[in-house]
């Protein structure tokens, strides 16, 4: 049972015994009014020793009633001051040094995603960048979202409006790469949009939006990006009718959790060793176990897909694979080190 549950219980054993009491001494005194029942209920309970203000040495039913009073009564209220204690170090005091550690992780953060909403999208979303090894900072209105979060792993969280920018302060959104808003709402979300463009102008946005009306005023906000369940609902129905066996092969792609196979992006940065090498040089396949699906130019609005090996990479380049999580991230690791080697 929790120790709020019990707490509550204990504190109405409490209130019964008080009541119980207070009854007694008023039916059982002589000419004891009701402020004196209660007076000498509370002095009895908490045993401070005052006089008894209700006299019992001339009434034996009065004392035997008092002895069940002290009896059962000390026994309540000794069980309620250690719950209310448990209560408080187990809560207040719990949850306080738990934030703290939290804020200080959150602090020591770089380049991480901000999540705001942490309902059913915005759980898909923390899962699969958890998954890809992402570091994510999440944020919520709703605690019990927030603390279900726990089953997925230690994700750093914050509880509070997504709009605020003390929030978002709190979040690292000067740190950050990007956010995430998945909140229920579009107008919501549009409001996050706004409100992390207007503080952040270079951090990318994407944007849930399930009203097509409000993608165009997401975007002009400055949202990098908007995704649409309906649209998404709607491409996946008609995949599972045209190309049942590729939705199939990506369906169990993402749902592999001993390969975690994903279909990742390795910017390649200006003065990577990369740059001037061919792929067949770079060696994804031999090095890094990664297959070359696409390579983007840098100011080019297209992929070049399925590139030869003899394809050169160019600086600012991004290279499209597929491969094993851990795989991916030593590979975009190896890119970053080859720089901080040049410099």
């Not at 204990?10 to 009541?19: H, N």
């Not at 279909?263 to 176990?289: D, K, M, T, Y």
Request: with cysteine; glycine share 6%.
């Amino acid at each position: 049972m929790e120790t709020r549950t019990r707490l509550r219980n204990a504190l109405f054993a409490l209130l019964i015994v008080v009541v119980v009491a207070a009854c007694g001494y008023r039916l059982l005194g002589h000419g004891v009014s009701w402020l004196d029942a209660i007076y000498m209920t509370v002095v009895s309970l908490t045993s401070v020793g005052y006089a008894e203000i209700v006299p019992t040495a001339n009434n034996p039913a009065l004392r035997i009633f008092n002895i069940f009073v002290l009896v059962f009564g000390l026994g309540i209220m000794l069980y309620v001051f250690s719950i209310a204690t448990a209560f408080i170090v187990e809560g207040d005091l719990k949850r306080l040094f738990w934030k703290n550690q939290m804020l200080k992780r959150i602090k020591g953060l770089r380049n991480h995603t901000i999540v705001c909403g942490a309902g059913t999208t915005g759980r898909r979303v923390v899962e699969e960048l958890h998954k890809t090894r992402r570091d994510i900072v999440v944020i919520d209105l709703d605690p019990a979202r927030l603390e279900r979060l726990s089953s997925i792993g230690e994700i750093p969280v914050i509880e509070g409006d997504a709009s605020d920018e003390e929030i978002l302060d709190l979040a690292g959104l000067d740190f950050a790469s990007g956010v995430i808003t998945a909140l229920p709402n579009d107008k919501d979300n549009l409001v996050v949009v706004i409100t992390v463009r207007l503080k952040h102008p270079n951090v990318r946005i994407v944007a849930r939006c399930v009203d097509a009306k409000m993608a165009d005023k997401m975007l002009r906000a400055g949202a990098s990006s908007t995704v649409s369940p309906n649209s998404i609902g709607g491409m996946r129905l008609a995949s599972e009718m045209v190309r049942p066996h590729v939705v199939t092969f990506l369906d169990m792609m993402l749902r592999d959790t001993d390969a975690t196979l994903r279909i990742e992006e390795i910017p390649i940065p200006f003065h990577s060793a990369w740059v001037g090498r061919s792929l067949g040089q770079i060696e994804l396949r031999e090095q890094h176990n990664l297959s070359c699906l696409a390579i983007r130019e840098p100011g080019e609005e297209i992929f070049r897909y399925n590139p030869h090996d003899s394809e050169v990479v160019r600086g600012n380049a991004v290279v499209v694979v597929m491969g094993n999580v851990n795989d991916i991230h030593n590979a975009r690791g190896a890119a970053t080190a080859e720089v901080v080697r040049r410099a």
